[in-house]
């Protein structure tokens, strides 16, 4: 069983932005599954270097169709945001520093704060876009899952 499972409680009704939930999820579990076999050091950094990278990607898709339907909490979100990158790079500090620790409080960090984030913020987000007729699709991502050519229609 997985340390953190997707459900269709976490799902936010947008294809972009539950993928990227889920690739951040099997990270988690990823680490996890390390720190249980006893090679959570050897590959905590690795993971922790994916998970800042694909987390700033994610962050900044996810604001940047915040700021693309005037999302009135936009501030607030994006200051969410920049709490976990920072947790999650004093934790990449700690580990370059040798700490042992490191791989577990990282799993147990973002399970916790993707589960409450996820349920929480983004999904507020997604009632906020729908009650102003805006629906959750991101600029462009029709355009990724249309045929060539078709129509695309901004909210």
């Not at 988690?28 to 694909?54: C, F, K, P, S, W």
């Amino acid at each position: 069983m997985a340390y953190f499972e997707w459900g269709d409680d976490l799902s936010v009704g947008n294809s972009l932005i539950d993928h990227d939930h889920q690739r951040l999820i099997a990270l988690v579990n990823d680490l996890h599954t390390a720190t249980t076999q006893g090679e959570g050091r050897e590959v905590v950094g690795g993971i922790l270097t994916e998970l800042i990278t694909y987390t700033r990607a994610h962050f900044q898709r996810e604001e940047h169709h915040m700021q693309a339907v005037r999302y009135p909490k936009l501030a607030e979100h994006r200051r969410l945001h920049q709490e976990l990158l920072e947790k999650v790079l004093e934790l990449e500090t700690r580990h370059k520093a040798g700490h042992v620790t490191v791989a577990a409080q990282v799993s147990t960090l973002l399970r916790d704060w993707l589960s409450i984030h996820i349920r929480r913020a983004d999904k507020e987000f997604a009632a906020s876009s729908a009650a102003r007729g805006l629906g959750s699709t991101y600029p462009g991502e029709r355009a990724l899952v249309q045929p060539p050519g078709a129509k695309t229609r901004m909210p």
